[in-house]
């Protein structure tokens, strides 16, 4: 009996795939509110990433278009840091996103009634279901946090170039930069997986019969 009910990984990711076809500007929404967290993200750890990379290099020059800039800097310091409002900016605009997400997945839960009630007629164990809405979310939250994060850091790149000049683009921390970058993609990656856990649990615990009497 085990065996009957087994659903294969590829199997899972292709029902996902087809999900969010079908629902293609339901999921472009979803993912674009993830791409506008995650590239404000992105940006603020950039930002600071050349900020300290461009104080670390004891140009004065640099240094004085740093406070032209509005960064404050006293003698001694090694790094910069992000402030507490940015802070708390970057983690606000992040909830945002985690509840458009879960939002989102509520709609789409409310609209896949008859398909679920259906999938557990035939036999979808929970599990199954669980694991269709967290297929879809990783696959979005895979697609918009490196977009955002890429969006993020070109911003960012072309800021600096804009306000430090060609010459700072020669000492730019590259590696802290890319790591930045995977950084924000896991962390966009982590918030699509949050926001539809409580979605997916809810589809999961649906009665068949209760799902297929929903009127559309």
């Known amino acids: 009996m085990r065996r009957l009910v087994v659903l294969p990984l590829n199997k899972s990711i292709e029902i996902a795939y087809k999900s969010i076809r079908a629902r293609f500007f339901r999921s472009l929404v979803t993912t674009l509110t993830l791409v506008l967290a995650v ?51 970057v983690i606000l605009s992040l909830l945002v996103c985690v509840v458009g997400i879960i939002n989102a997945q509520l709609m789409s839960v409310t609209e896949r009634f008859r398909e679920i009630g259906t999938m557990k007629c035939l036999g979808a164990l929970d599990s199954f279901i ?30 600096a170039l804009i306000r430090f000049g060609v010459d700072s683009m020669a000492i730019l921390p590259w590696q802290t930069i890319t790591s930045s970058l995977g950084f924000s993609t896991c962390i966009g990656i982590a918030l699509s997986l949050a926001g539809v856990l409580y979605p997916a649990f809810m589809a999961a615990r649906m009665q068949p019969v209760e799902a297929m009497r929903v009127e559309q």
């Open 130 to 159: 669980v694991r269709i809405f967290v297929m879809e979310a990783a696959m979005q939250g895979l697609a918009g946090a490196f977009t955002g994060a890429v969006l993020g850091g070109a911003v960012a790149l072309l800021s």
């Open 39 to 89: 590239s404000f993200l992105s940006f603020t750890q950039i930002n600071i990433d050349i900020a300290d990379s461009l104080l670390a290099c004891d140009n004065p020059d640099m240094q004085q278009t740093l406070r032209q800039c509005g960064y404050d800097i006293v003698p001694g310091d090694t790094s910069i840091g992000t402030s507490p409002k940015q802070r708390w900016i």
